[in-house]
């Protein structure tokens, strides 16, 4: 991962006082049975490709962000991906007991991402953080699609893309982001790359 683009998020990370022990996973063995997108789904890069990491159990340090205390001791694994420049990408796939149960956590995680903004200029007042709500997409049970674009005082800018969708009791957050604004974001190759995130899902 490029070095602004993680130092950002580890300093939203550490402005929010979490750290990977703040959410409970479930255990290795108990594995979701779900697909997850490969590298050629994400939105084109114009000058470099894309490389898929292995799909491990827990949940990515960049999503704890957001999204901490919304998520709950559910089985859950991640995907992440890079280019060789500033843009990387992540997959969060969480299984629950049933559909009900995803529902209203599509619903919290949503929420969460809609009011993440004010949560990080609480933190930090040298950060300013915007929010854009791109829509839902009609894949399986629906799909949200968020803009969240961050600028520090001291020149750091950052944009990502993030979407919430549900296919039955499975739920997957994806996020794209690289240094830039909302002008920079790929928001239709995006809404395309959740589409098949969330169809993939079994």
Known sequence: MPKQTHAGALTLLALTGLTLGSVLTAPAGATPRTGFLSAADLPPHPSSSWTAGEITDGVPEELLQCLADALPGYDSR????????????RQLTIVTGTPTKARALATRLNK???TCPARIEQRDPEIEATHKNYGTLPVEEGARVHGLH????????????LSVGRDGRTV??????QLGDFDDAP???FKKTTTTAVAKLH
């Open 172 to 177: 997957t957050v994806v996020e794209w982001s």
């Open 187 to 189: 928001v239709s190759a």
């Open 78 to 89: 991640y995907r992440e991906f890079h280019t060789e420049l500033d843009t990387n990408a």
């Open 112 to 114: 969460e991402i809609r």
């Open 150 to 161: 961050t600028a520090a005082s001291w020149g750091a800018t950052d944009i990502h893309l």
